[in-house]
């Protein structure tokens, strides 16, 4: 069983930063692309960004230019850094790790970390 455990969210004016990060732990036999995701009260869970186990990133559209998504393979962990914060920004925010095994690829979830940034 692997385990996804975020940190770092909290309140934040905006204008200013938070770095989230999520580990990985239990049973990893090997980690592939690692993402973080948002949700906003009363939309839907949207893409942040993703990095593959190589280093290649995407990020979404309203996120490109502040956030920064980076990962340590040694340590099966992938950070978020947001720069710039928006109110708009505010959201849960979701680590997805996809798990590679012999029996195929699981997506793992971490319980969620909140952010909020005031205006």
């Known amino acids: 069983q692997v385990q996804v455990v975020e940190s770092g969210g909290g309140l934040v004016q905006a204008g200013g930063s938070l770095r989230l990060s999520c580990a990985a732990s239990g049973r990893v036999v090997s980690i592939g692309a690692m993402g973080w995701y948002r949700q906003a009260p009363g939309k839907q869970r949207e893409l942040v960004a993703l990095?593959?186990?190589?280093?290649?990133?995407d990020y979404a559209d309203a996120v490109e230019g502040r956030f920064t998504i980076s990962r340590d393979n040694a340590k099966n962990t992938v950070y978020l850094q947001m720069n710039s914060l928006k109110p708009e920004d505010t959201a849960v925010y979701y680590c997805?790790?996809?798990?590679?095994?012999?029996?195929?690829?699981?997506?793992?979830w971490g319980q969620g970390t909140l952010v909020t940034v005031s205006s």
């Open positions: 990095i593959t186990r190589p280093g290649i990133t």
């Open positions: 997805n790790v996809r798990h590679i095994t012999v029996f195929g690829t699981q997506e793992v």
